[in-house]
């Protein structure tokens, strides 16, 4: 499976055109787990505003559920383009759309209708020109093996003819010169993450336009890489003869390492020999200080935390605060495989009744949270009992 050796890191920008309230493009991505697939979309409604948006989503939303049920690209590309209304005075379809289908051996097929064409990198040099491709009925594809370090970067127009009437780019941002662009940063920073490449382009292309959006600007960035591995340690064993377990899987993880409770931080002090101090300056009046582990990358205090984090990631409040909530969730966004190891002995101390019913039960905190991150963020997570 590509989630053995590889991670596919997905992220998207939109900036509205100035004077609307929503962006008249559409991004839609989902990972189907048990195919070890990655689908992704991006729509330009014709226009911008409310109604660029609905027929952006329209077409979007069919592009990627013609693709997750394995209908042929180009043929599911044509009845995407017929169910389209075609605008008289311009002759051109109302939306346009670019997908990538990325299997699990990383054979990426993409496929292109009036998009720029999308740019391709093997580590900081431009891929795109060793990729055969075939048009069909205005409809670009072209398929390849995808490695580590690939990078695929695909935009609508409000990127590549953003600045469009300046002296020093008439006809907008070409693309050689964004090609360039992103050439440079990938030189300087080769292992900058998508989320941060991706921003950069953006902020690019709205600079071009004086910040103010001539029209809808969205870029996404496909990074395939090496995974970053994070342990959530939350919980005494059910048993303590399985202290020395957890304690041992602890020592031996390969990747970031959290513990949520303070028994829990403990039970692993105490087994690997390790002194636990507390930082009083990182507490708030909703959550208590942080702790310090030797090799330990955060430890917190348990259920409260836990389940703040759940509150945040469920609104969306995934801000840059200093509480033991925010730095855990920064944790979850970075790494891509999350491994949850849950003890599930009873803290008497939450048997209280006049707490919340989800603060309760770890368990049932834990599992909302894992979902979150798969459905919202794309992470693949696990969760082992003990």
């Excluded at 590509?2 to 890191?9: A, H, P, Q």
């Excluded at 707490?355 to 798969?374: F, G, M, S, Y």
Aim: hydrophobic share 35%; with cysteine; charged share 25%.
């Amino acid at each position: 499976m590509i989630k053995d050796y590889c991670f596919i890191e997905i992220a998207h920008k939109s900036i509205h055109k100035a004077g609307q309230e929503v962006c008249g493009d559409v991004f839609l991505s989902r990972k189907i787990f048990e195919e070890g697939r990655t689908v992704s979309v991006l729509s330009d409604g014709l226009g911008s505003g409310i109604k660029a948006n609905i027929l952006a989503t329209l077409t979007s939303s069919m592009a990627l559920n013609f693709t997750v049920d394995h209908q042929p690209l180009v043929r599911s590309s044509k009845a995407i383009k017929s169910t389209l209304p075609i605008d008289q005075d311009r002759k051109i379809s109302y939306s346009t759309f670019s997908i990538v289908d990325i299997e699990y051996d990383m054979e990426t097929t993409l496929v292109e209708y009036g998009n720029p064409q999308f740019l391709v990198f093997r580590g900081a040099v431009s891929h795109k020109e060793s990729i055969e491709e075939d048009t069909i009925s205005d409809i670009v594809r072209c398929r390849f093996m995808a490695q580590i370090e690939d990078r695929i970067i695909f935009f609508t127009d409000g990127v590549s003819q953003s600045g469009i009437g300046r002296s020093d780019m008439p006809f907008g941002w070409d693309i050689k010169d964004i090609e360039l662009f992103i050439q440079g940063i990938l030189g300087e920073n080769p292992g900058i993450s998508a989320e941060e490449l991706v921003k950069q382009i953006i902020e690019r292309a709205y600079q071009n336009d004086s910040f103010a959006a001539k029209d809808d600007i969205s870029c996404v960035v496909i990074y395939f890489r090496k995974p970053r591995n994070l342990l959530i340690c939350s919980g005494p064993p059910y048993k303590k003869e399985k202290d020395e377990l957890m304690a041992d899987i602890v020592r031996t993880y390969n990747g970031d390492k959290i513990i949520c409770g303070g028994t829990t931080a403990q039970i692993i002090g105490r087994e690997l020999g390790l002194e636990i101090n507390t930082d009083m300056s990182s507490g708030n009046n909703e959550l208590p200080p942080l702790s310090v582990m030797s090799g330990i990358d955060l430890v917190t205090e348990g259920i409260l935390t836990i389940g703040k984090v759940a509150q945040y990631l469920e609104t969306g409040e995934t801000g840059s605060g200093e509480n033991s909530a925010c730095r855990l969730i920064r944790f979850m966004l970075k790494n891509d495989h999350i491994k949850f190891i849950i003890g599930t002995k009873i803290n008497e101390a939450h048997q209280d009744p006049s707490l919340p019913v989800e603060l309760d039960i770890r368990r049932n905190v834990i599992k909302k949270i894992a979902q979150i991150l798969k459905d919202k963020y794309l992470k693949e997570v696990e969760i082992h009992y003990i």
